[in-house]
């Protein structure tokens, strides 16, 4: 059956990657209340190719709870005729970040360039591209052989930058509507070019802000400054209190609950094509990594809690001057988890500390924004056995398992609440430069992306 749908994805490819341009030209940014009606039109998008390509009961969904954002759809579809074959639950999303700051981008973020055989447009890689590329593998099964040759679901989500709250509530309210045997996720990353990679492991997170508060209003500088509280300054003292000058978080018992890598699993990260100094140099561009002492860097990417700030809100930031100290201060804050922490105690544990040290004369609330939970994966399963024959017969090489310092919350939903597996199959670059600017996908990954898809799903089959 592959070699049929191999054969249509080669013929189509250069349609195949018009069609994710077209995608991609969809400002699905699902952060913002003005691109409400993009992210609605990108999941029309979404649902339309569905039913063409042959799937059936194409649904986008609008009901259930709402997110803060006022709430995206997911897409679902289905073809369920493969009697006595597994069932896969296909998951990607077509929401993206906000393409800030513009004026680092090459080329406009949501007209799609074509340059140095990358694809350079928000959403390229995280993960529009991704998605097509499980579409555009179905169609080439359907098309080439009439029928696939396992049954499929699929649930794509317009959330997944913003906490996924709608997909987390559908899950839990429906399991019996995504019941399948394991789950496809394609929303991660290859270790190397050309080094086959399946994700089994994922941290976890919370998501918090942090407003202080000081004075009932703003104050003018001159005439109350020495007397009347700063919440800036405030905010300022309580983020320096949460890690030392070495990047050990302070807040106690947070490392309680760390489980440590296997030593199989270092042995097996030691011997991934790594060059820290090439890292720093060429992924991450600073003059020196950080970090805890005594952990190389993917230890402390891929296996190590973290505490990062994303962004401070407050106060005069115009052109010129004005001597105000605000009324309030905000600060971003997530911390990202790994096994066997949980997302509830470590946020009570991080609220109680910041409540602890805040200084005298303000008055400070956190609160969570959104959460996930962390996951690692076994990969004695047959569909991550599956998943390696086919990557080898597209890449001619043996898979490395790795795990991801970022986080995909749905992973630990389905494992929780559907009782499934996940393979987590992806084809971006570490360079790709998910959520910055010029993001892309290397065009070579998009198309052996899909041909590793159409056998992966050829050999579950089988």
Not at 98 to 124: K, M, Q, T
Not at 231 to 259: H, T
Not at 320 to 343: C, E, H, Q, W
Request: net charge negative; aromatic share 8%; with cysteine.
């Amino acid at each position: 059956m592959s070699a049929g749908a191999v054969g249509y994805a080669k013929e189509n490819s250069g349609r195949f990657l018009e069609e994710l341009k077209t995608l991609l030209r969809i400002p699905s940014v699902s952060t913002t209340p003005e691109h409400k009606g993009d992210v609605e039109k990108a999941a029309e998008w979404v649902a339309a190719e569905l039913k063409r390509i042959g799937m059936e009961h194409v649904e986008v969904i609008h009901d259930g709870p709402l997110s803060k954002t006022g709430g995206h759809p997911l897409v679902y579809a289905d073809w369920m005729h493969a009697a006595g074959k597994p069932t896969v639950l296909c998951y990607a999303h077509y929401d993206v970040q906000p393409p800030d700051p513009l004026d680092e981008w090459v080329s406009p973020p949501f007209e799609p360039a074509e340059r140095n055989g990358n694809l350079y447009a928000r959403g390229a890689v995280d993960d529009k591209g991704q998605l097509v590329s499980q579409l555009k593998a179905l169609e080439a099964l359907h098309a080439a052989d009439g029928k696939l040759p396992i049954n499929v679901k699929v649930i794509y989500e317009g959330e997944e930058e913003v906490g996924g709250e709608r997909i987390a509530a559908f899950v839990r309210e429906h399991p019996e509507r995504l019941k399948a045997d394991f789950a496809l996720i394609s929303d991660t990353e290859m270790f190397a070019p050309d080094l086959p990679t399946l994700t089994v492991g994922l941290r976890g997170m919370i998501y918090t802000e942090l407003e202080v508060r000081g004075a009932k209003t703003d104050l003018h500088s001159g005439m109350y400054g020495g007397a009347a509280p700063n919440p800036f300054v405030a905010l300022a003292q309580i983020i320096a209190g949460l890690k030392d000058g070495e990047g050990k978080i302070l807040i106690p018992g947070f490392y309680d609950d760390v489980a440590k890598p296997s030593d199989d699993e270092l042995k097996a990260w030691k011997a991934l094509p790594f060059d820290e100094e090439e890292y720093r140099e060429k992924e991450v561009g600073a003059t020196k990594l950080v970090g805890e002492k005594g952990y190389s860097a993917i230890e402390r990417t891929w296996a190590r809690p973290t505490l990062d700030v994303h962004g401070i809100v407050g106060g005069f930031i115009g052109a010129g001057a004005k001597t105000v100290i605000p009324a309030k201060a905000t600060a971003k804050v997530s911390m990202r988890l790994v096994p066997d922490m949980t997302p509830g105690k470590a946020f009570a544990q991080y609220k109680a500390y910041v409540e602890k040290i805040k200084p005298e004369g303000v008055s400070v609330e956190v609160r969570l924004i959104h959460q996930g939970e962390p996951i690692v994966i076994g990969t004695d399963n047959p569909y991550v056995k599956a998943a390696t024959k086919a990557l080898k017969k597209v890449w001619g090489k043996d898979t490395v398992f790795i795990r991801s310092g970022g986080s995909i919350p749905i992973v630990g939903d389905f494992e929780k609440f559907l009782k499934i597996p996940s393979v987590m199959m992806g084809f971006g670059l570490p360079d790709d430069g998910l959520h910055a600017p010029n993001e892309k996908f290397h065009i070579a990954n998009f198309h052996r992306g899909i041909e590793s898809l159409i056998e992966f799903f050829a050999e579950v089959g089988v």
